[in-house]
């Protein structure tokens, strides 16, 4: 029996524990106990899990130890012995026998896994009937044990309870879980390339040029200074010229001044403009306001500007961050409490002068932590600047030249035919590792600062 | 209710005499009336108390007298109140100076997030009433010593005003409110949120600062309204019940809605 066949006796045995765990808890209910600690559904919930869990749990064991005690069971016959003892080939002919052995493949290509075919054919029938039988077995125990404890005053209610409980706890680890495996493989990616290239002519190097191949002592054109220079000009500079006074404008305009029939409908709006798809920003950028950003350039007398310039990326990505920041300072600005704008207006303050000596400073903290976090939102947006932002790396201040960001790089080292282990790849991934560390950093900085604020209100 | 403001010598055309007159106010939350009616006179030289059960509306008349439910939207005033005689309801009527001229001092302190010293000066730096440093310096220190708060804080004016404790808080309130050099003070349940010391401070503090302006004082309390006032009026139900000389309503009021208040037999 495969795998998947096991897995639907088990759940088949489950639905079966259910209506029986139900019915027993039923049969409870008389004239004399007309109430029972846990509703019946409870005590069938119950029977199914012990019915289903210690099965399921043996599955996931068994699929990972059996190939290797099928393999071991193979290479123990006689026959096996005469097989060469080269690994790769080894490998190759066993695997083969066994991709034969279990139907999904036909042709036999390796010398000497033909014999190997029926030791495979038999070692796998007496493993699946082993894990029939234990799967029956766990089944049955669990399933048993269960209909034992079920009793008029069992509380059902309360195990079931902690089983959800614990089901829960599982899935938020595997959040945390992949993002400890995703940092692992970045730092371990990170750390070969840091021992093909040096991480000062990395981390210091101005000059960006990734050559294939890497000769020590030489500049390998691995400098990423100007993809830094790039990243934070376009996404901490330009962008937050133009995201800052937009969203902090909007957010004050909707805290103080809109009626609340307004703000009801803008906030909404905001909201969706938050969630438009970057790649629809970036067609926007690299098809609008780029040519209409160089048109501009030139007419003022930069005749150099590039059409993929720094100035188109960076304001379309501020306009994207806009509703982040406006969304931000709104709540941070709502949160001072209202006893201080009414101070100041009963000191004969007008409107205009209470937000900017009272309500902008009381929330700047929080103002500053949401900036920092539309900062880490921008630096590590893609889609915008792979589409409208340039691919070389200039290191230069002027946001009508073509200027690179690490995001963009990243995009071009991985595309096109790439050997996993190659220099390329391996810097896509370092420039990912500093990334993710600064937007990483820029989150707790901004986290932090937020969350004093929000305790200095409280 | 006019026969209950014939207390003090009201000159016949109405000029002057009084520094607030209100005439038939009436205030509307949406359709909900909460002040019903309601005419008073309040003068320089006697501190006005405003006692009643709570809800009954002496918040919301309070802020009528410089137009803080202007910044309520869903409130709406009714009727004439007049400031020296002019309408502070009237469309020429700067809502801003108004509020210079008629300070208020909140339920709970309220400084701002700011110096001691920034406190005081926010009021005559938006109102431009000094033109340099060093007369900013005297506005401060004045109105601090006005504030009794002087000596206590005049060696950290740069500590945060929200570093004070709850009654120097409430007292650098008032001295910001002086800062401005107003005609009025309002002041809604200034010492609910104090210790008995502090409401004792601020209490002496209302005595020395009687005459030098109108001040209106709402209290749930009726001893502190007895210790401090000099005229008091008792709101019920958004009406104006009864008003007169503070010892008068304490000893011999005239409506039972009153007495019944006063000896405790609702609140
Ligand atoms: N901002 C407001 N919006 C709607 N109703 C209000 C508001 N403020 C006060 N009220 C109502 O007006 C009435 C009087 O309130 P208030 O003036 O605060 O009374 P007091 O200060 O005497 O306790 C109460 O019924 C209260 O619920
Ligand atoms: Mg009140």
Redesign the interface.
């Known amino acids: 029996m495969t795998i998947n066949e096991l897995l639907f006796l088990v759940f088949a045995f489950g639905l079966i524990a259910w209506f029986v765990g139900r019915a027993r808890a039923a049969s409870f209910i008389s004239s004399e106990t007309p109430i029972i600690n846990s509703l019946p559904n409870y005590h069938g919930w119950f029977a199914t899990l012990w019915a289903i869990v210690p099965p399921i749990l043996f599955l996931i064991v068994w699929i990972n130890i059996s190939p290797a005690l099928i393999t071991n069971m193979v290479l123990a016959n006689p026959d096996a012995a005469s097989i060469t003892a080269d690994s790769f080939s080894r490998s190759a002919i066993l695997s083969e026998a066994r991709a034969v052995a279990n139907g999904s493949s036909q042709a036999l290509f390796q010398e000497g896994s033909e014999k190997l075919v029926p030791l495979y054919k038999a070692a796998q029938s007496y493993y699946d009937s082993i894990a029939f039988a234990a799967t029956l077995l766990l089944i049955f125990a669990g399933g048993t044990y269960a209909y034992t404890r079920l009793k008029p005053d069992f509380r059902a209610r309360t195990n079931v309870e902690k089983v959800v409980m614990f089901a829960l706890l599982l899935a938020s680890l595997i959040a945390v879980l992949t993002t400890v495996g995703i940092v692992a493989s970045l730092v371990f990616e990170a750390y070969r390339f840091v021992t093909l290239v040096s991480p000062f002519e990395f981390l210091f190097g101005t000059n960006w040029n990734p050559r294939d191949t890497i000769v020590a002592g030489e500049d390998n054109g691995y400098g990423a200074i100007p993809l830094f220079w790039g990243t934070i000009f376009i996404g901490a500079i330009i962008a937050m010229i133009v995201a800052i006074p937009f969203g902090l404008m909007s957010a004050i305009f909707l805290t103080q001044y809109s009626t609340p029939m307004f703000r009801s409908w803008m906030k909404p709006i905001l909201e969706i403009l938050a969630g438009v798809p970057t790649v629809v920003y970036g067609y926007f950028a690299a098809l609008t306001v780029a040519p209409a950003v160089r048109d501009f350039a030139v007419m003022i007398g930069f005749s150099n500007a590039a059409s993929d310039n720094a100035m188109a990326a960076g304001v379309v990505m501020g306009i994207m961050i806009i509703p982040l920041v406006a969304s931000m300072a709104d709540d941070s600005i709502a949160a001072v409490p209202g006893a201080m704008r009414d101070g100041s207006l009963a000191m004969g303050a007008t409107k205009s002068e209470t937000i900017k000596h009272i309500l902008l400073p009381a929330a700047l903290p929080g103002v500053v932590g949401g900036i920092l976090l539309a900062v880490s939102r921008a630096i590590g947006e893609t889609m915008i600047v792979v589409m409208a932002a340039g691919y070389a790396a200039n290191l230069t201040a002027n946001p009508f030249a073509s200027i690179t960001t690490v995001t963009v790089q990243i995009v071009a080292l991985l595309t096109g035919d790439q050997d996993f282990g190659s220099p390329h790849t391996l810097a896509a991934f370092a420039l990912g590792l500093v990334l993710f560390i600064v937007t990483l950093l820029l989150n707790l900085v901004a986290l932090h600062i937020v969350k004093k604020y929000r305790e200095a209100y409280e | 209710m006019a026969e209950q403001n014939s207390q003090s010598d009201t000159s016949d055309d109405g000029t002057d005499a009084h520094k607030i007159t209100a005439r038939n106010v009436n205030v509307f939350y949406d359709d909900k009336q909460a002040i019903d009616d309601v005419s008073i006179d309040v003068d320089m030289e006697n501190v006005t108390a405003f006692i009643g059960p709570s809800g009954c509306g002496k918040s919301t008349f309070l802020r009528t007298i410089?137009r803080?439910n202007d910044?309520i939207?869903s409130a709406r005033v009714e009727g004439e109140i007049k400031l020296d005689g002019k309408d502070i309801y009237d469309p020429s009527m700067d809502v801003?100076?108004?509020?210079?001229r008629v300070?208020?001092v909140?339920q709970?302190p309220?400084?701002?997030?700011?110096s001691i010293y920034d406190n005081i000066a926010?009021?005559p730096n938006?109102?431009g009433l000094a033109a340099n440093k060093a007369e900013l310096d005297i506005i401060v220190e004045r109105s601090l010593q006005r504030a009794g708060l002087w000596n206590e804080v005049k060696d950290r004016l740069s500590d945060s005003g929200t570093a004070l404790s709850g009654g120097q808080q409430q007292r650098l309130?008032i001295a910001?409110?002086i800062a401005?050099d107003p005609e009025v003070i309002l002041m809604d349940e200034p010492c609910s949120a104090l210790d008995p010391i502090a409401t004792a401070k601020i209490e002496e503090l209302i005595h020395e600062l009687r005459g030098k302006y109108a001040i209106i004082i709402v209290t749930h309390n009726m001893q502190q309204a007895a210790r401090v006032s000099q005229r008091t009026a008792f709101f019920h139900l958004g009406n104006l019940v009864e008003f007169g000389v503070t010892s008068d309503i304490f000893t011999n009021p005239q409506k039972t809605r009153t007495q019944d208040y006063i000896t405790g037999r609702y609140g």
């Open positions: 410089n803080m910044t939207p801003v100076q108004l509020r210079a300070g208020m909140f709970k309220n400084p701002f997030p700011k926010y009021g938006i109102h309130c910001r409110a401005v």
